[in-house]
T-cell receptor, first 113, second 111 residues
Framework: GQQVMQIPQYQHVQEGEDFTTYCNSS?????IQWYKQRPGGHPVFLIQ?????EVKKQKRLTFQFGEAKKNSSLHITATQTTDVGTYFC?????????????FGKGTKLSVIP | NAGVTQTPKFQVLKTGQSMTLQCAQD?????MYWYRQDPGMGLRLIYY???????DKGEVPNGYNVSRLNKREFSLRLESAAPSQTSVYFC??????????FGPGTRLTVT
């Protein structure tokens, strides 16, 4: 199935600093989804990117899909303590596996107030 | 509108015991999924049901069985629990290929 590498595994930032997590694949992706999981909680869908070079914004969060559709990033501007959690990218299989989402291992964000 | 519900929230089993994790969704979604989450491993798909009446294996199906009871309910059964099955289990549902909605999870410990 699809494989996706997510980096970094952990990130500690001072409140107010920016944060970026990256998701990389060796194969071309049809689309990519991003999820956030708060400590002790469950994953919550943030966004789906479909088009090459797509950029979407949600308040302080900026999501990008690479031109070659092999990588994606999530950037948070001026982090707040409410941003704490683990951010996952997820990619969909193709053909018979298209119902399956493969998740990256996640980037755990800690924000120091 | 409760979304995706899971029972129980916590469970402790002894090695060899069996149990069924229950999941229900009230969003009229076609597809349902079971994942396990272990530290540093992300979410791994155990089984999924693309639509009522169908089930398929995911990445880590060994030691598990599933039943899609109806459109709302999708259960996960551990026939003979092993310590390696200690994990957090999440059920999710989706409308075909769109975003997945997750339940609150079941924290299972096998001793």
């Amino acid at each position: 199935g699809q494989q996706v590498m997510q980096i970094p595994q952990y990130q500690h930032v001072q409140e107010g600093e920016d944060f970026t997590t990256y998701c990389n694949s060796s194969t071309t992706l049809s689309n990519i989804q991003w999820y956030k999981q708060r400590p002790g909680g469950h994953p919550v869908f943030l966004i789906q990117l479909v088009k090459s070079g797509e950029v979407k914004k949600q308040k302080r969060l900026t999501f990008q899909f690479g031109e070659a559709k092999k990588n994606s990033s999530l950037h948070i501007t001026a982090t707040q303590t409410t941003d704490v959690g683990t951010y996952f990218c997820a990619v969909r299989g193709s053909g018979a596996g298209s119902y399956q989402l493969t998740f990256g291992k996640g980037t755990k964000l800690s924000v120091i107030p | 509108n409760a979304g995706v519900t899971q029972t129980p929230k916590f469970q402790v089993l002894k090695t060899g015991q069996s149990m069924t994790l229950q999941c229900a969704q009230d969003m009229n979604h076609n597809s349902m999924y079971w994942y396990r989450q272990d530290p540093g491993m992300g979410l791994r798909l155990i089984y999924y049901s693309a639509s009522e009446g169908t089930t398929d294996k995911g990445e880590v199906p060994n030691g598990y069985n599933v039943s899609r009871l109806n459109k709302r309910e999708f259960s996960l059964r551990l026939e003979s629990a092993a310590p390696s099955q200690t994990s957090v289990y999440f059920c999710a549902s989706s409308l075909r290929f769109y975003e997945q909605y997750f339940g609150p999870g079941t924290r299972l410990t096998v001793t």
